[in-house]
């Protein structure tokens, strides 16, 4: 366990549902991320939250919708999503200011299948 | 914007070889830093080895180190005594800073199997 902590590891839903990504992490950092991992694509980074605040979207559609309500814990709100949106969600999470020395602490992600 | 390019989608290595992992990058910021990851089947990405722009001597983690070329912008990851516990997608990613955030950027990845 690196210290993040992602749930659900694996999500079905279906193109209609609603549904949530968490991610918890207990390093005491104050910077989290969420990356979307497709095959054979670049890690595409979808949003950065630093103490709390969003601070980076990266033109993301608004069918996902993030939340940090404390610097522990983020969530990925997922609705009405597509077939494309199928890939692997990865957490991460930094000490602001400090990611260029120790890079990012991952979570082992959410393999999410839209049906 | 930065971009990392790994040209090699997949490479084989017997175990106990040596195998070298490419990577090059595109970027107009002088100071920044580079950074190899690996991820297992179990899809934790994990931290193998980082390199600061501004320092020449390359960096080395045990049975790994990189050959930092930075005129050339590459940024190649070399794996000496190969063990099976190797076998994985290694991603070599960039960071900058851009308006004082920290971001890293990814590469396509190299899926790497170290066969017995």
């Known amino acids: 366990e690196t210290g993040v902590t992602q749930t659900p590891r694996h999500l079905v839903m279906g193109m209609t549902n609603k549904k949530s990504l968490k991610c918890e992490q207990h390093?005491?950092?104050?910077?989290m991320y969420w990356y979307k991992q497709s095959a054979k694509k670049p890690l595409e980074l979808m949003f950065v939250?630093?103490?709390?605040?969003?601070?980076e979207n990266n033109s993301v559609p608004s069918r996902f919708s993030p939340e940090c309500p404390n610097s522990s814990h983020l969530f990925l709100h997922l609705h009405t999503l597509q077939p494309e949106d199928s890939a692997l969600y990865l957490c991460?999470?930094?000490?602001?200011?400090?990611?260029?020395?120790?890079?990012?602490?991952f979570g082992s992600g959410t393999r999410l299948t839209v049906v | 914007a930065q971009t990392v390019t790994q040209s090699q989608p997949e490479m084989s290595v017997q175990e106990a070889e040596t195998v070298t992992l490419s990577c090059t990058y595109d970027?107009?910021?002088?100071?920044?830093?580079l950074f190899w990851y690996k991820q297992p089947p179990s899809r934790q990405m994990i931290l193998v080895i980082r390199?600061?722009?501004?320092?020449?001597q390359n960096a080395t983690e045990n049975r790994f180190s990189v050959n930092f070329q930075k005129a050339a912008k590459s940024f190649s990851l070399k794996i000496s005594d190969s063990q099976l516990g190797d076998t994985a997608m290694y991603f070599c990613?960039?960071?900058?800073?851009?308006?004082?955030?920290?971001?890293?950027?990814f590469g396509k990845g190299t899926k790497l199997t170290v066969n017995p």
């Open positions: 991460a999470s930094s000490q602001d200011g400090e990611g260029r020395f120790y890079g990012y602490t």
């Open positions: 390093l005491g950092h104050n910077a």
């Open positions: 939250y630093s103490l709390e605040e969003r601070v």
């Open positions: 970027t107009s910021e002088n100071n920044y830093y």
């Open positions: 390199q600061e722009a501004y320092k020449q």
């Open positions: 990613a960039f960071m900058a800073l851009q308006g004082g955030s920290e971001k890293l950027v």
